[in-house]
T-cell receptor, first 117, second 110 residues
């Protein structure tokens, strides 16, 4: 079974530029998550999708971050404009069960390391 | 505010030692507690604990949850250099939301 795929693996940009990350979850997984992991910290949830709808985006800085999951499969996360403090690893994860329908493991992709100069 | 606190933040031991990693939590709508191992980037799943007092084992790793005292421990016996990693504790809330601790960086010296 293929895992969660993410691209690119690394990205270096200057502040105020834009950047986009892509995630392809495990086939059949209804729920998709984007996390931000700053160096030395645990991952922090940015947004959670169930199919193509948003379940939780309470910690997404909506003035600069946006995400979508068209057709309920792949997802993109965009930052526009980027700030220095956005330097982090952006992890995508997916899980099989629907939100609130039971407990299930989240499987993580390899992440994208973003450096903002 | 929901929080998950891990200790120690960093631990260095010799190969063959036994280590215990700690995780305490204060969260609303608790469903289960998970442990992940993070070596390069992607956290990989180790255990999911839902019931108190039931130990889960996988080889040299084991974990247990205490829902009364709101903590969990992860034990690794006969450590090997390949166990060097960051170990993340996370609590699963309500609608599948994971709240992570800051992680414990474990280094195993040969």
């Amino acid at each position: 079974e293929a895992g969660v795929a993410q691209s690119p693996r690394y990205k270096i940009i200057e502040k105020r530029q834009s950047v986009a990350f892509w995630c392809n979850p495990i086939s059949g997984h209804a729920t998709l998550y984007w996390y931000q992991q700053i160096l030395g910290q645990g991952p922090k949830l940015l947004i959670q999708f169930q199919n193509n709808g948003v379940v939780d985006d309470s910690q997404l800085p909506k003035d600069r971050f946006s995400a979508e999951r068209l057709k309920g499969v792949d997802s993109t996360l965009k930052i526009q404009p980027a700030k220095l403090e956005d330097s982090a690893v952006y992890l995508c994860a997916s899980s099989l069960v629907l939100a609130g329908a039971g407990t299930d493991t989240q499987y993580f992709g390899p992440g994208t390391r973003l450096t903002v100069l | 505010e929901d929080k998950v606190v891990q200790s120690p933040l960093s631990l260095v031991v010799h190969e063959g030692d036994t280590v215990t990693l700690n995780c305490s939590y204060e969260v609303t709508n608790f469903r289960s507690l998970l442990w992940y191992k993070q070596e390069k980037k992607a956290p990989t799943f180790l255990f999911m604990l839902t019931s108190s007092g039931i130990e889960k084992k996988s080889g040299r790793l084991s974990s247990i949850l205490d829902k009364k005292e709101l903590f969990s421990i992860l034990n690794i016996t006969a450590t090997q250099t390949g166990d060097s990693a960051i170990y993340l504790c996370a609590v699963l809330q309500g609608a599948q939301k994971l709240v992570f601790g800051q992680g414990t960086r474990l280094t195993i010296n040969p």
